[in-house]
């Protein structure tokens, strides 16, 4: 075993395939390949689960990842202390449904981060391929909800796939519009008050099922929906459209402006925000700062 090997683990996983890796590393894609296969046969276990769709980590891949990277940043310490190496780029990645306070978050970090050279992901994107980030590593930590509804079956898959689920913080349903809608100066708003207007939600590809759904009361069904894959384009249709999303109430004047509001939703369902990581897995300072920054900016939203 050697400490390129393990670095070709961790880049194979960072990458989320054997020939990206390959091309960010500059070997052939054998040569990695045949790299990887050698340090499986001398362990004498199956790191990487290989199907037609490509690589992924199996079970004993995930704790051997969890290793390898201990060993690569203790390795990479000594260098520094000893062979006044420069820093090597500072690699970083999370995965969240589409919640602006983990953009500030992720704002504020790399604010406060101070080296020359990183490479940081910010991956907005589908329930399920945060869970599946999170299980491959390819991202340290996600940020999603639970609620009384989905908690059964997403609990159950993040069990399945060794995912710890830790809340950051619980409230009841909030409705975004913009500041223009014509429910805007209302305390609170019930679904009978919402029915006239297009439901905006994000959609889910093929794992479209309301357990996945980012918005709580996925089962009510809706007159006019709209499904979007970003959440500029869902504030510009709740702008044009005067529609509207169900979600937490915190927003950002910071990255979003003041054109969206948040008004209580009559509901007695609570939703709880959190973050998953790999058990297997040893969080990074950054990681730890992260979430620590994500407290601190929830903390600092005044949710009414």
Known sequence: MTL?????????????SINTAAQ???????????SVKALEQELGIDIFIRTNRGVSLSSDGQDFLSYARQILEQTELLERRYLHKKPSRRLFS?????????????VNLIHEYAEDEYEFTLRETKTHEIIDDVKDMRSEIGVIYLCSFNEQVISKILHENDLNFIELFST???????????LAD?????FADLEPYPCLSFEQGTYNSFYFSEEIHSTVPHKKSIRVSDRATLFNLAIGLNGYTISTGVLSEDLNGSNIISVPLE??????VGYIYNKHAHLTPLAQNYID???????ASVIA
């Open 94 to 106: 999370i995965s969240t449904q589409h919640y602006a306070f983990s953009v500030n978050a992720f």
């Open 24 to 34: 960010k590393l500059f070997v052939s894609q054998p040569s990695l390949s045949n």
């Open 186 to 190: 209302k305390k609170k708003v019930t």
């Open 293 to 299: 920054k994500l407290k601190h900016y929830i903390a």
């Open 267 to 272: 509901s007695e369902e609570i939703i709880r």
């Open 4 to 16: 390129q090997q393990l670095k070709y683990i961790v880049e194979i996983v960072n990458s989320g």
């Open 172 to 182: 009841k349903p909030y409705v975004f519009m913009s500041s223009r809608h014509p």
